[in-house]
């Protein structure tokens, strides 16, 4: 996984972005190698965030070169007194090319991992001594809208944007407007696409997904034929966004080669000719629900469920079978989502089955 807070990402909308590395002109230098195939920039350097005039050089010479932009922020306080009325400058002055804001990142997945969503001490303790599954599904989609931060970017009317790997499902609830599923490592792609649209799904809402790190070690991402395979995935599973991670190391164009910028071009072209029927959606015609609450990982069968300390538990077995027999037998036509009752999803598939049924 990643967590640095000056990673970059190259992201699409139905195209991609790139976001700056620590100075203006390794971002200018991005934003011009991949202008003629992308629509979408995201400013996701924790550097260029805090300064006023970096973010506006940048975010200027991207609106300028055609694309979309959005904003990352790890948190929006209010001691930060240009950052208020210039959420509120850069909707007026480059209106629907300003997306939003991407705000906090993987939450469900820090929360799976570390046992709270973010670092800071008063989420510490807001997640502490949990009861029970419900006890951690409410304190999550409650104190992630409640932090100051994310008030300050919704008296703004924006959207929020945000990546993640796990709790697809809580990160909706909790009130992201789009969620980036996290395609990567050795996960399967499929899964993680059904847990993310089907969250989006029920709760009408976007999702996107992200090509992130295959490796730990050079050269980081996967080939360029792979990346584009994943992209082909995410838009036939119908993701508004495609994403491919970039990482700021010492060279021209971080981690990205020569490869995987053709690739990108690749599938732009593709998405624009639909060459040879590759790209035919997929929708989602089958469920599969999961029990109310039930925060795990599903990395794998030993994953936690809500925090380290808990899981897999009696369920969990029975759960990850099922799981994959599903997947095999309807690849990208499976949504994964959630008994809530809140959520009417009976009628959005034709065939619906639960965690505990028998399939053969």
């Not at 295959?214 to 599973?237: C, F, V, W």
Request: charged content about 20%; glycine content about 6%.
């Amino acid at each position: 996984m990643f967590t640095t807070r000056t990673k970059t990402k190259l992201l699409t909308k139905n195209s991609f972005s790139v976001s700056p590395l620590a100075e203006t002109q390794p971002a200018k230098l991005i934003i011009d190698k991949v202008k003629g195939y992308t629509n979408f920039f995201l400013i996701n350097n924790w550097d260029i965030s805090i300064n006023e005039t970096a973010l506006n050089e940048i975010s200027q010479y991207a609106i300028d070169a055609n694309m979309n932009i959005i904003v990352y922020f790890d948190f929006v306080p209010r001691n930060f007194t240009w950052l208020q009325p210039w959420l509120n400058m850069a909707k007026e002055k480059w209106g629907d090319q300003f997306l939003g804001i991407y705000l906090y990142d993987e939450p469900g997945g820090n929360q799976v991992d570390t046992g709270q969503w973010h670092t800071g001490n008063l989420i510490r303790k807001a997640m502490a001594n949990l009861s029970d599954y419900s006890d951690a599904a409410n304190r999550f989609a409650t104190t992630i809208p409640s932090t100051i931060s994310w008030q300050n970017v919704k008296n703004s009317n924006l959207p929020i944007f945000t990546s993640d790997y796990a709790l697809y499902w809580f990160d909706y609830l909790a009130g992201y407007d789009t969620i980036f599923a996290e395609l990567g490592w050795n996960h399967s792609r499929t899964q993680h696409i059904a847990l993310c649209r089907g969250a989006a799904n029920v709760q009408n809402k976007d999702w996107g997904a992200i090509i992130v790190w295959t490796y730990e070690n050079p050269p980081h991402l996967e080939s360029g034929t792979k990346i584009l395979q994943d992209m082909i995935t995410a838009y036939r599973a119908g993701a508004k966004y495609v994403v491919v991670f970039n990482f700021p190391y010492d060279q021209p164009f971080g981690i990205l080669e020569e490869e995987h910028f053709a690739a990108m071009e690749t599938f732009w072209d593709m998405t624009r000719s639909h060459q040879q029927g590759s790209l035919e959606k997929v929708e989602a015609e089958v469920a599969f629900v999961l029990p109310k609450d039930y925060g795990w990982g599903m990395r794998r069968l030993e994953d936690k469920i809500w925090k380290p300390e808990w899981g897999p538990d009696d369920q969990s077995p029975l759960i990850w079978e099922n799981m994959n027999k599903l997947i095999e037998r309807y690849g990208l036509k499976l949504d994964i989502i959630y008994d809530d009752p809140q959520f009417n999803y009976k009628e959005k598939y034709s065939q619906i089955y639960y965690w505990n049924s028998t399939i053969s």
